[in-house]
């Protein structure tokens, strides 16, 4: 009579590996987007920026955006905090990843979970901010700016969203969790 095999679950350790190299990697593309917006906080665009900025939308059927009317937009999202509250919830965000990560690499569970704070501070922070600058686009610009911004933030959302379920994934999946708790060794000495 064969007996039933084993249901043991065993460690994986090439999951939490790889999110970790994932999370890295994404970590740059979330400090350069905080850094852009900690600049527009600080500095804005310049008048040739603006007139460059604006070629493309412009070009869109709809009601086109003039300088004036971007530089109000600027302006409200400043006095809103908006580039400045996105800016920091991402750079602080990237931050986590880019410190999470490498722990998260060594199979560290602390590494998981700033990882996870990262992103929901990232996602939370991103929104908002997104929110905000949506809601002076919507006020100050033209039609395909106002799209534009529309779409920024369900943009943030849904991509802050995957990096907080790959940043949380090795503390739900049982497997990666098993390899994420320190390891236990007997030494038996011979006498």
């Not at 412009?58 to 937009?73: A, V």
């Not at 369900?154 to 739900?172: I, S």
Request: some cysteine; hydrophobic content about 45%; glycine content about 10%.
């Amino acid at each position: 009579m064969r007996s039933a095999p084993s249901m043991e679950i065993r460690p994986d350790e090439k999951g939490p590996k790889n999110l970790a190299v994932l999370l890295l990697l994404s970590s740059l593309i979330v400090a350069g987007m905080g850094w852009q917006d900690w600049q527009l906080h600080n500095d804005g665009l310049t008048d040739g920026q603006i007139e460059t900025f604006l070629t493309t939308p412009n070009s869109q059927p709809g009601e086109p955006t003039t300088p004036e009317q971007y530089r109000d937009f600027e302006t409200d999202v400043r006095e809103n905090n908006g580039y400045l509250l996105r800016g920091v919830s991402l750079l602080i965000a990237a931050a986590c990843l880019v410190v999470g990560a490498p722990m998260l690499l060594g199979l560290q569970r602390r590494g998981a979970y700033l990882c996870t704070l990262g992103a929901v501070v990232g996602l939370i922070g991103g929104v908002v901010g997104s929110v905000i600058i949506n809601n002076a686009a919507q006020t100050h610009l033209g039609d395909a700016m106002k799209l534009t911004y529309e779409i920024w933030v369900y943009l943030c959302g849904t991509v802050m969203g995957l990096c907080l379920a790959v940043a949380a994934l090795p503390l739900l999946n049982a497997r990666a969790r098993l390899a994420l708790h320190p390891r236990v060794a007997l030494n038996q000495e011979e006498e």
